[in-house]
């Protein structure tokens, strides 16, 4: 539920206002708290810029990476909850860490501090991958058992690894907080009480975030350099696509399906990327 902020001027001009001078006063001040509220949200957002060294952006962050960490930290289990925990099968728990862990540890992700960790889910029907920010990288059974390949498990990882490096999420919060008239800071650092009560739905909110198409087309970009110089060959982000566009005939369409620009837009973009990245061709020898 969105919160009041006391910049609600308009309900008091309209009743109250001519009929008690005390409450014009009061809805004045109101007013003037509201302003100033608003006008500390808009400066705080404004003055929250950082560079990002991967991406190449400045970017409006209002929270430390440390709490960014912390926050997926504390909303994983919940993320785990809902696909049905992670999944008994070891092995292929183990080859999902082993490819996020190489194309962290092999591209220009290693450059950053996140701390990944990557996550095969028990969901046997939802066709879905997504990341919280920090680094917790999920993937469904239900996606995972449709790959063919293991540079499509790359594809896959390395647009959630885009995700976490561009601090998608972050940036979401911050405008979100801009949009609410506070600061992310202030709200983390408020600690107890009401401070809980705005945790626990900042917490729902980044489990339900959708990323806009910019995002997305950003992560799929990130996605294919880091699966390069990890030496996966990128076009198996192409496959990723076609299985996807298969998925989506079938069922509700979730995170990867629906709030993913539509697949053309999405394939030409991959090439460009794959074009820019090996203007003679790719090498060969990528893993495939
Ligand atoms: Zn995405």
């Known amino acids: 539920m969105p919160r009041r902020t006391g910049f609600d001027s308009r309900r008091y001009r309209g009743r109250s206002l001519r009929a008690r001078p005390q409450a014009r006063g009061a809805a004045k001040s109101r007013l003037v708290m509201g302003l100033l509220f608003a006008g500390i949200a808009f400066m705080s957002y404004q003055c929250s810029s950082e560079y990002n060294p991967v991406t190449g952006e400045e970017q409006h962050i209002s929270i ?59 969901d046997p029907q939802t066709v879905n991958a997504f990341a919280l920010p920090g680094g917790q990288v999920f993937i469904t059974a239900a996606l995972f058992t449709r790959l063919n390949t293991e540079g499509e498990l790359a594809g896959v990882l390395g647009h959630e690894i885009g995700h ?106 991959i090439q460009r990327e794959i074009d820019l990245l090996f203007p003679e061709g790719i090498p060969a020898g990528l893993q495939k």
């Open 64 to 122: 430390t990476a440390e709490q960014e960490i912390a926050l997926g930290l504390q909303a994983a289990p919940e993320m785990m909850a809902q696909h049905g925990g992670e999944h008994p099968d070891r092995s292929a728990q183990a080859m999902v860490d082993r490819v996020g862990q190489r194309l962290v540890q092999q591209s220009r992700a290693s450059e950053t501090n996140w701390k990944f960790d990557f996550h095969l889910l028990r």
């Open 164 to 269: 976490v490096v561009a601090r998608h999420s972050a940036q979401r919060m911050a405008k979100q907080a801009l949009t609410q008239g506070i600061t992310g800071a202030v709200l983390i650092a408020a600690g107890g009480g009401d401070g809980e009560a705005q945790m626990a739905q900042m917490i729902g909110n980044m489990i339900n975030m959708k990323y806009g198409r910019e995002d997305e087309l950003e992560s799929d970009q990130l996605g294919v350099m880091f699966m390069a110089q990890a030496g996966y060959d990128p076009h198996a982000l192409l496959g990723v696509m076609e299985i996807l566009d298969e998925a989506a005939g079938e069922q509700a369409p979730p995170e990867w399906l629906s709030t993913h620009p539509s697949n053309d837009n999405r394939l030409q973009t």
